[in-house]
């Protein structure tokens, strides 16, 4: 059996995660299995809409459960109090200005499951993100598009505020 691949986490990213976890194992999983009573008291299986759909989210709750189980199973937190400050790593935030439009960018660096693109937080894992990593102020990173190479100037790194 193949080892999982081991995924770097904040605090507060593997939190989520057990958080969701437990909201799916304590109570998704509790209202779905009285959706499929509910479903079934309503007679012939075969031609209950209700209950294929109560069964269907069941398969997708346990889906998701077993996911998260993986994923927490192989978490590494980040020491935050242990990392350099100057340098982008998981939980820092980046101001960037993209060379070829001079546009300034700010992004946050997060877990995999804290991703919102719209909103600056991107992953470790990302093309930006693996430019950035490593990167201080005044540093030059690139990372390939379809369209080619997109240059960035890191301007500043900081800890991102919880």
Same mark, same amino acid.
């Given at each position: 059996? /193949?080892? &999982?691949?081991?995924? *770097?986490?904040?605090?507060? %990213?593997?939190?989520? *995660?057990?958080? #969701? ?14 959706? !499929? &009573? ?7 299986? /075969?031609?209950? &809409? ?8 069941? &398969?997708? !709750? #346990?889906? +998701?459960?077993?996911? *998260? ?7 590494? @937190? @980040? ?18 200005? $993209? ?5 300034? +960018? ?5 877990? =995999?499951?804290?991703?919102? =693109? ?7 894992? /990302?093309? @930006?993100?693996?430019?950035? $990593?490593?990167?201080?102020? %005044? ?6 598009? =379809? ?8 301007? #500043?790194?900081?800890?991102? +505020?919880?």
């Amino acid at each position: 059996m /193949s080892k &999982a691949k081991q995924m *770097l986490y904040t605090k507060e %990213g593997l939190k989520e *995660l057990t958080d #969701e976890l437990s909201y799916l194992k304590n109570t998704k999983r509790k209202e779905n299995l009285e959706a !499929i &009573a509910v479903a079934k008291s309503f007679g012939d299986l /075969s031609e209950n &809409a209700e209950y294929d759909a109560a069964r269907n989210e069941q &398969a997708q !709750i #346990e889906a +998701k459960i077993k996911e *998260l189980e993986e994923m927490i199973a192989n978490a590494v @937190v @980040v020491d935050e109090d242990a990392i350099d400050a100057g340098v982008v790593s998981m939980g820092s935030h980046v101001k960037v200005i $993209i060379e070829s439009t001079g546009a300034e +960018k700010e992004y946050s660096i997060v877990a =995999p499951n804290q991703v919102a =693109p719209m909103q600056g937080l991107i992953s470790d894992q /990302s093309p @930006v993100g693996k430019a950035l $990593i490593g990167a201080r102020a %005044g540093d030059e990173v690139s990372f390939e598009v =379809p369209s080619g190479a997109v240059r960035m100037k890191v301007v #500043e790194v900081s800890r991102s +505020k919880s």
